[in-house]
């Protein structure tokens, strides 16, 4: 049984929109690592030592 072309594109429009959090996902991963980035510069600068 072949399917026409027309319901491969509606199944992948449909199976794309149900794909979920992935964006959001992405956008947490890069916040957190970014926010451990600064946390580590913050903390590491107060080791610094001016002689």
């Not at 449909?14 to 794909?19: D, F, G, I």
């Not at 956008?27 to 600068?45: E, H, P, Q, S, Y």
Request: glycine share 8%; with cysteine; hydrophobic share 50%.
């Amino acid at each position: 049984m072949e399917h026409p072309p027309e319901s491969w594109l509606a199944e992948a429009a449909s199976a794309a929109q149900q794909q979920g959090a992935g964006n959001l996902l992405r956008v947490v991963l890069i916040v957190m690592v970014v926010g451990c980035v600064l946390t580590a510069w913050f903390l590491l600068r107060g080791y610094k030592r001016d002689d």
